[in-house]
């Protein structure tokens, strides 16, 4: 069973800036592709950025230039920094990867989420 857990939300003023996380977890081969989501409500899940086991990313037009997207891969883990954080920010980030199983078989997986909320 794979399993992706985010952390490092929470409450910060306009202008702070937090650092996510996204750790996976369970039996299997690799991870691809990682990339990060957000929802905020009434809205759709918007795509925030992405990163491929390369290190290639990729950002979404809002989030361009204040966002960062890393990972560990050894720790199974993409982090994404947060910076110059608007009330807008204020969504639930939910972590996607593509993970890999022996005979390259591929599925992905979401985690729970994590809140950030931006205070103004």
């Known amino acids: 069973q794979v399993q992706l857990v985010e952390s490092g939300g929470g409450l910060v003023q306009s202008g702070g800036s937090l650092r996510l996380s996204c750790v996976a977890s369970?039996?299997?081969?690799?991870?691809?592709?990682m990339r990060w989501y957000r929802q905020a409500p009434g809205n759709q899940r918007e795509f925030v950025a992405s990163?491929?086991?390369?290190?290639?990313?990729n950002y979404g037009d809002s989030v361009q230039g204040r966002f960062t997207i890393s990972r560990d891969n050894p720790k199974k883990t993409a982090y994404l920094q947060v910076n110059s954080l608007k009330p807008e920010d204020t969504a639930v980030y939910y972590c996607?990867?593509?993970?890999?199983?022996?005979?390259?078989?591929?599925?992905?997986?979401w985690g729970p989420g994590t809140q950030v909320t931006v205070s103004s």
């Open positions: 996607n990867a593509d993970v890999r199983f022996q005979l390259l078989t591929t599925k992905a997986y």
């Open positions: 369970g039996r299997f081969f690799s991870i691809v592709d």
């Open positions: 990163i491929t086991s390369g290190g290639t990313t």
